[in-house]
């Protein structure tokens, strides 16, 4: 036998070490493993929709087929629809009531956030027939009729009537006009801030249409340059209400497809006001208005006969800040018409109320120093309502179950951490979309009692590439302020490698808009950036300021009239703090944020230029007078009320005070957040002689995307971080 040498012995050990050290060491975090390859890139179960019977549902496969599955099994049942050509791309479907026709939206080319032109078809699942519902030009807002017999649509702002029995389209408003006059649709503001697009609605009984008129003539026009790669850019121009402008003129009307005659409703003799919401009610002539006034501090419920127009007030709200903004939800009629819900911050947190079809209060259905997050719905049979809130704590989301008389709560939701429900046609499933700050989305689905039946989607490849990338945990900490009574929550990323005897720098993360949380305990599609970061060297933080949601009214409302102001001093309070615990180099404090975040990490670097040495501000707002109407003034008042708060405010009146790196960022067309804002303070700082940097990219939107884009976006920030951090 061979006799091995001490050396040999030593050389084998160390080799054997080393593999075992290797297999414990973790990868590096790069870009191109966020942006290009998608390395970090969640599953997750989209477009799931409910079928009548609540025990199946159906998903769209790669744009091109309609699956049936059943809920229980999850196993396919059978294929509603396949196409075979190559140009068929399906964006989004519906059933018609009696689930015998599929109304498919195709080849979709958007025109802002919501809207977006395409080519509708009604396929026939029985014959298997497909066919376009226009032959005429491209349509918007496609509908089905209750009967499945007509399909309604917008085209060029005017509303047509498709009859699938004898093929005829017949118009029914002829004044539509771009920039002018929209017949069912909605107005840029209402698309962006109102949420919704299609301003129609079929009567139960669909022989009705109640629609939304908007005159925009008097709006001031906004224009905006495509480059398009062409010779000539093209200008674009387009209805924008900012601050203390004027308004779109809204009226409510509705034809009545048997009589071709068309009732204008009595929505009051106040035109600068908003309807953010109609509904049809279970009575085929009751037509449901949400009106505010244009500073939407008071809103009413009006109860309107469409057959003579007559309307009369059925609820009021006053609110000596303001009211949240209108979505879907709000007002929920029960399926025997004869009750409804809204919610309210009525008694200092947003909760539950339930009325009377006449005004009349019931009782307030949940109650607590927590705010109601989502009201999900209501299952009218057994008088259960299922909501979200933040009861367990302003990080987390849990999902309930609630009689509308406020007893027999129940907590549907296991897992601590973030919870959201969608439940199947009659309540009888829903799935629970769950994460937390160390999981990626899991997806189960439950019964109507809570009661797992299956997992959807685990993210496990995604968990094991967390591991092996050594994703450092995020810690959830509270900074008390001296201008805050309440204590600040926060979340800290330190690196994997953390030495809490050595100094770091400090990159902060915010958004802090009205109502909006980003210290939440769940997924963020931002955490591979900022591991990346970590990994790198920097302690990354976030924080959220007063001013922001979940935590009841009086914390959220405090900012009102004075945007900016207090959730600056919190950041700046919130950096020195931080700055002074032993493990943070105070002389290397960062701080960035997108949009509002934007306008945010700009003023924390103009006026805490003490604090901050560099700041990113990706699509800025500069000056609120920039923004739109219903946005601004819900948190502001108008301009000509409030104009310290308007400019005292404004990162434009603070441009001399730079004294730190500044990285400014904006796409050219952002019809959202004008590049007007990015320009006009560029021009404010080459006045004051303050050298900075800029970053603008061509022909993108408020979301700054599409190709190399935001690979470039985040290699320019990160380079930049590197450089001047």
Not at 624 to 648: A, C, V
């Amino acid at each position: 036998m061979k006799k091995i040498s001490k050396l040999t012995v030593y050389l084998l050990l160390t080799v054997c070490i080393f593999q075992v050290n290797a297999q414990n060491v973790s990868k590096t975090i790069t870009l191109d493993d966020i942006y290009k390859k998608g390395v970090f890139r969640e599953n997750s179960v989209y477009g799931i929709r409910s079928m009548n019977d609540g025990e199946h549902f159906t998903t769209i496969e790669k744009g091109k087929k309609i699956i049936r599955h059943s809920f229980k099994s999850g196993e396919v049942v059978d294929v509603l629809f396949n196409s075979i050509e190559d140009d068929f791309n399906i964006r989004d479907y519906e059933f018609s009531a009696d689930e015998t026709k599929i109304l498919l939206t195709v080849n979709a080319e958007y025109i802002y956030r919501r809207s977006f032109t395409a080519d509708y078809y009604i396929y026939d699942i029985q014959s298997k027939e497909l066919k376009k519902v226009s032959e005429n030009g491209r349509q918007m807002f496609a509908v089905f009729s209750p009967d499945a017999s007509k399909v309604a649509f917008v085209r060029e702002n005017n509303i047509y009537i498709k009859n699938l029995s004898t093929d005829e389209e017949k118009q029914i408003t002829f004044d539509g006009k771009f920039n002018h006059i929209i017949n069912g649709g909605t107005d840029w503001v209402y698309e962006e801030e109102f949420s919704f697009t299609r301003a129609f609605f079929w009567s139960p009984k669909g022989d009705k249409i109640a629609y939304y008129k908007f005159d925009e003539s008097e709006v001031p026009v906004f224009n905006m340059t495509k480059y398009n790669s062409e010779l000539y850019p093209e200008n674009y121009a387009y209805k924008y209400p900012k601050a203390g402008e004027k308004n779109s003129i809204v009226s409510i009307h509705v034809y009545d497809l048997n009589t071709n005659k068309t009732n204008t409703i009595d929505v009051g003799q106040e035109t600068d006001q908003y309807i953010p919401r109609i509904k049809w009610a279970n009575e085929n002539n009751k037509l449901v208005i949400i009106r505010e006034n244009r500073l939407q501090n008071h809103i009413e419920i009006l109860l309107a006969n469409t057959d003579n127009g007559t309307s009369n007030v059925i609820y009021e709200e006053k609110n000596k800040f303001y009211i949240e903004r209108i979505d879907d939800s709000y007002m929920t009629l029960t399926d025997d018409g004869r009750y409804f819900i809204i919610n309210s911050e009525k008694d200092g947190w947003n909760h539950l109320y339930l009325y009377d079809i006449n005004g009349k209060f019931i009782n307030q259905i949940t109650k607590g120093e927590w705010d109601v997050t989502d009201f999900i719905g209501i299952d009218s049979k057994t008088n259960t309502v299922y909501y979200q809130s933040a009861e367990e704590s302003p990080l987390h989301r849990a999902v309930y179950s609630i009689k509308t008389d406020g007893s027999k709560k129940k907590k549907l939701s296991e897992k601590e951490g973030n919870n959201r429900a969608v439940f199947s046609n009659g309540f009888k499933y829903f799935i629970n979309y769950y994460a937390n700050s160390e999981t990626p989305r899991y997806i189960t689905l439950h019964n109507k009692k809570g009661k797992l039946i299956r997992v959807l989607e685990d993210n496990e490849k995604l968990k094991q590439t967390i591991k092996e990338y050594h994703f450092t945990p995020v810690e959830f900490l509270t900074i008390n302020t001296p201008s805050s009574k309440w204590g600040l929550n926060a979340y800290m990323i330190k690196p994997p490698d953390f030495d809490q005897d050595k100094k770091y720098p400090m990159f902060m993360y915010l958004y802090g808009g009205p109502g909006s949380q980003t210290v939440l305990d769940n997924w963020s599609r931002s955490y591979a950036w900022f591991q990346m970061l970590a990994q790198k060297g920097y302690v990354v933080v976030c924080v959220d300021n007063r001013g922001t949601g979940g935590r009841g009214e009086e914390f959220k409302k405090m900012t009102y009239g004075q945007l900016g102001k207090y959730e600056t001093i919190d950041q700046i309070e919130a950096a020195e703090y931080l700055s002074s615990l032993p493990y943070i180099d105070e002389h290397r404090t960062g701080i960035w944020g997108w949009s509002y975040g934007g306008f945010m990490s700009t003023s924390c670097l103009f006026l805490g230029n003490n604090v901050f040495e560099m700041a990113i501000a990706v699509a800025p707002v500069t000056s609120w007078r920039y923004y739109d109407s219903i946005y601004t003034e819900l948190y502001m008042g108008l301009p000509q009320d409030n104009p310290d708060g308007y400019d005292d405010n404004s990162p434009l009146n603070h441009a001399d005070k730079l004294k730190g790196k500044y990285l400014l960022i904006h796409g050219t067309a952002d019809d959202n957040v004008h590049f007007q804002n990015a320009i006009e303070l560029s021009e404010k700082l080459v006045q004051e002689n303050k050298q900075f940097e800029m970053q603008f990219y061509k022909d993108k939107d408020h979301g700054i995307y599409g190709g190399n884009t935001s690979y470039h976006l985040y290699t320019r920030m990160t380079n930049f971080i590197l450089e001047n951090l």
